[in-house]
């Protein structure tokens, strides 16, 4: 570890207990890592964290406020969207996936780079609105990550992989979804229902697909994972930005 994670580490033991962190700390050590076999693709595995692929969007007190206001304002949110993908085009760009770009996944992008991005604003304020009030505002966004607003044009596919890590949850709120819509984690395929939420724990592999006429769109959001700590969170935001750092990407 550099100095700036062993020091970030230091002063969060101090503050939260000399046993806070342990879990992160473990998650470094590549020998003491049990993995799930559709878990393997990951990058970081946290032990510790429930080894359950889907979620009930319900089923985490932390996020159930967020994913109430998300549904209840379906409707707008839905209306905002189509007068944006008719009328600001230029708004939307090709999804900077780490793993292979592709020119039929469209995204509009609400949070990233560890903060709210002002200028989608005016072309999606519903979205921004409840975003800011319940996910931002309250810490419960990952700031490793991001919120977009994902397009899968008619035939597009996200190929089986795994991403980085299991310690954010992937939330879906289905904003507009045609038949011929999927998405299958750890083997299992669901369908989205237009104004419910999906979670997802996207460690384990997952793909997605439209075979529809029409474009799919949901809205993405990287919440923290109910699993971890305040402390821990801490800590995670701390190494993660420092490697990044190292690897010239911030």
């Not at 007190?61 to 994913?67: W, Y």
């Not at 039929?104 to 409840?130: F, H, I, N």
């Not at 879906?172 to 229902?193: F, M, N, Q, Y």
Request: glycine letters at 6%; a negative charge; hydrophobic letters at 35%.
């Amino acid at each position: 570890m550099t100095p700036e994670i062993e020091n970030a580490f230091a002063a969060i033991r101090s503050e939260y207990g000399s046993d806070s962190i342990e879990r992160v700390e473990e998650m470094l050590d590549s020998k003491k890592q049990e993995r799930h076999p559709l878990q393997q693709g990951a990058k970081w595995i946290m032990p510790g964290i429930s080894q359950q692929p889907w979620h009930d969007p319900y089923g985490h007190a932390e996020h159930t406020p967020f994913i109430a206001a998300l549904e209840e304002q379906h409707g707008a949110i839905k209306s905002e969207l189509e007068t944006a993908w008719a009328a600001r085009r230029e708004a939307f760009s090709n999804y900077e996936h780490y793993l292979t770009p592709q020119d039929d996944w469209q995204a509009l992008y609400l949070y990233r780079k560890g903060g709210l991005v002002a200028e989608s604003q005016p072309t999606a304020p519903t979205a921004y609105k409840v975003l800011k009030e319940f996910a931002v505002d309250t810490e419960k966004i990952c700031p490793l990550l991001e919120c977009h607003f994902s397009t899968l044009l008619p035939g597009a596919a996200i190929k089986p992989h795994s991403d980085l890590w299991n310690f954010s949850i992937n939330l879906h709120l289905a904003v507009d979804i045609p038949e011929g819509c999927g998405i299958k984690v750890a083997g299992e395929t669901r369908s989205w229902e237009e104004g419910k939420c999906l979670l997802f724990d996207y460690s384990f592999e997952h793909e997605a697909w439209n075979s529809g006429t029409r474009p799919r769109t949901c809205l993405l959001v990287d919440l923290w994972h109910p699993d971890t700590t305040v402390p821990e969170r801490a800590a995670l935001v701390a190494l993660i930005t420092e490697i990044r750092k190292l690897m010239g990407e911030d």
